[in-house]
């Protein structure tokens, strides 16, 4: 068995900060789902989030671990849209 055989990896994502507060909850019902999924009681999610702010400017917001601490991204993710 792959050491990672339970990483739910999203690769990185660009997002436009104007679908962001949408984008945050797609992407939440999405891990949700895919953890439904796993056999495993501990999956880990691995996602890079990069929001563009439509002024040059960009931020970048990378995750890995356990997807019970994944809502705190999504506050921070939401923080930055406002």
Do not use: C, W
């Amino acid at each position: 068995m792959a050491l990672h055989s339970d990483l739910i990896n999203l690769g990185i994502i660009l997002v436009s900060q104007v679908i962001t507060p949408t984008f945050v909850n797609v992407l939440s019902e999405y891990i949700n789902s895919k953890i439904a999924l796993k056999t495993s009681n501990n999956p880990a999610v691995k996602v890079e989030i990069i929001i563009d702010n439509n002024n040059g400017k960009s931020t970048q917001i990378s995750y890995e671990d356990e997807p019970e601490y994944f809502s705190k991204v999504i506050d921070e993710v939401k923080r930055l849209e406002s």
